[in-house]
């Protein structure tokens, strides 16, 4: 009986240890590098090919071994009410990690709207 009590108190204590180890947020991705990307580049955006389209800047992405800058598009919103939220980088515990960028945002009437093309 004392056997099993240390046993299942082992294992518990394994559990809770691993528990406490910190995970990377949903999407994102850890890079080995003791240093964090350099600052963003200046970038000229020129005119936008319409309305409807949103620049999306420039970021630093990692190959392994270095950074390497991606330039910055002009893309067009999937929804009216669409921002975009830029990449960025975190330092954590287990090195440094990139949030890509994403759209966010209400897509007030989105739906609506779809159904009624599609009822079409």
Known sequence: ???ILRNLLATA???AV???VPLAPPGVLFISAQFGPP???VEVIG????????WV???W???GATYLWVPGRWDRRPYPQAVWVPDRWRRHSQGWYREPGHWK???RGQERRERERDDR
């Not at 005119?47 to 949103?54: C, H, Q, R, S």
């Open 13 to 15: 204590a394994v559990v």
């Open 1 to 3: 009986m004392r056997t």
């Open 18 to 20: 691993g528990a406490c």
């Open 105 to 107: 945002g209400e897509r």
């Open 57 to 59: 800047r420039g970021f």
């Open 61 to 63: 992405t990692w190959d």
């Open 39 to 41: 600052p963003p580049r």
């Open 47 to 54: 005119y936008a090919p319409g309305p409807e389209f949103v």
